[in-house]
């Protein structure tokens, strides 16, 4: 699947489009970015790099504002329609959906900050397998959006499954933590809502493969079910 | 501050403008009801009227993707330019927050379906507490945007400060009651996630009132501090 951008009479509306598009992506290698600087601060129990990261959310931030502008410029100006129009409104969503994964990332970093004692580093350890599998999810459904690739997408999509059930077993287990050691409870509690947002980190990168389907085969498939989209992107 | 929906040189226009709005405050109406609902059913712990909640979570969701389309519509065919457009746009962003409260009421609803002994029922005030606060915002953000009222927005956009705050007590509360009852942990960790579900409630009203100011203002204040926002609506 291509973008017919050399389609348009306008050289300068090419331009945009595939100017709108090429920032989304930087946006997408910054959130990259920002979710393993978040691990290695987990892992490392580094808290500069936690700041770093923290700091840095502001740049995901301006983003999100520049590119919303250029999407509404576009509209505004250009007129698009069909699958350009698509581009754009998919591009509008994905971008609101990458900055809600940057506020995530900040929840999850503040584990760095804290101290644990060698036995509750070991609760980090779980974190850190579901937080890999989560930031390949992020990977694939750029590379999804980069390339156009509905197949890609619906890999991403169902992926979301995998995570659900990680955050699902960490969960139980770091509930049987607190029962065993009460005085712990705040700082697994901290571990549980990082969790948490690596698991909605996971929802935010399936609802961007249902963006880019959306996009490419025109069909919004946000309340469809597994099988539904599954024709879809057959179609 | 009024639509100047007279000055369309196309009636059909007109009526397509104040369709899709009037759609957004009728899923505004529904999600209002219901999150009345969930904290009535959790308040009688009445499981029955949980269940209606979570199956009415179906019509949110049909809400959202019948006004995406009639916004997709109009920007395709009307080509809106000015305010027109940023009246869609703000529409389109406002359905996508209505669906994710729609969400979250389903998670707080749950708490309704448990068993809890007298003690624990206790647990449960505070949250109906913070809950009822929450239907206020939730309430004035659709007025703000029925009446296009950038005051009301801001009201509103200051009121998550309470809720925040609202949400910090209860939570500290909680983790008290889980170190001195280990026992209880699963339970309480439920009413925790209900919480936590609430003030995602209060972040999105707070989003939806942004949208309100971007909409009658012309500008996005997303990522504006309180000052600049209420700078913005002086202007």
């Not at 025109?218 to 469809?224: A, E, Y």
């Amino acid at each position: 699947m291509e973008l017919n951008l050399d389609k348009h009479i306008s050289g300068q509306f090419n331009k945009e489009l595939e100017q709108v598009l090429s920032h989304v992506l930087e946006m997408g290698g910054l959130v990259e970015n920002q979710l393993k600087d978040a691990l290695t601060a987990m892992n490392d129990l580094d808290s500069s790099l936690a700041d770093t990261v923290i700091a840095n959310d502001n740049k995901v931030n301006s983003y999100e504002t520049i590119i919303d502008e250029e999407c509404t410029r576009i509209i505004a100006k250009r007129q698009p329609a069909a699958i350009d129009l698509r581009l754009v409104l998919a591009i509008a969503k994905t971008i609101a959906d990458l900055e809600r994964i940057g506020d995530e990332i900040c929840r999850i970093v503040k584990t760095a900050r804290d101290k644990y004692s060698n036995e509750q580093k070991q609760l980090l350890v779980d974190l850190d397998h579901m937080g890999r599998k989560v930031l390949i999810m992020l990977s694939k459904v750029l590379n999804a959006l980069a390339r156009m690739d509905s197949n890609e997408a619906f890999e991403v999509y169902q992926m979301d499954t995998q995570i659900d059930k990680a955050y699902e077993a960490i969960n139980r287990q770091l509930m049987t933590y607190m029962m065993e050691d009460p005085r712990a409870i705040p700082k697994i509690m901290d571990v549980m809502w990082a969790t948490r947002s690596l698991e909605r980190i996971g929802d935010r990168c399936q609802n961007i493969s249902e963006h880019v389907i959306y996009f490419i085969k025109g069909t919004d498939v946000r309340h469809f079910n597994r099988d539904q989209i599954k024709q879809t992107i057959a179609q």
